[in-house]
């Protein structure tokens, strides 16, 4: 099914969206996992960190490759000739949201379509935030993160 672009801040990567790189890889021949600027939200890793943290818990799926940009997710997209996004739906408390910035980037690139995976159940509850919250008042966060990141989490909160 060609290319895909999954975006999202990845401030760190967990679980839920292992998941949904791991599913969508299965599907498209390529896929471009994109950190992209969330401007509602201050960054607690760095890029360089979360590129890391990507590309260790991807290392072992052949399609999917890491990368960075800084500006409007159409923009990369189409520098990337790209016009496949994959979002990820936990709940419907995601889907206004969602749905709202499905639109803008239609609106602002009528070539670029928005498909929602939807997430595994078992990770409804997860998100970057409830990591970083967990982590920061010294809860375990073994079961939310991938193996291969739960060091460089842990090493913010010490
Ligand atoms: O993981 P997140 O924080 O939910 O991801 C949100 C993200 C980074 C995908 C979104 O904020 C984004 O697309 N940022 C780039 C700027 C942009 O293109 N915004 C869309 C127009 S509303």
Redesign the pocket.
Known sequence: MGMAIY????DPVTKGHLDIIERTSKIVDELIVAI??????KAVFTIEERLEMLRRVTSGIENVRIEYFQ????EFAKRKKVNLVVKGLRAISDFEFEFQ?AL??RKLDPQIETLFMVTNSKYSYLS?SIVKEVASFGGDIRDLVPPEVYDMIMAKYS
């Open positions: 975006p999202g801040s990845f992209l600027e969330n401007p509602r939200k500006g409007l997710l159409i910035m803008v980037n970057s």
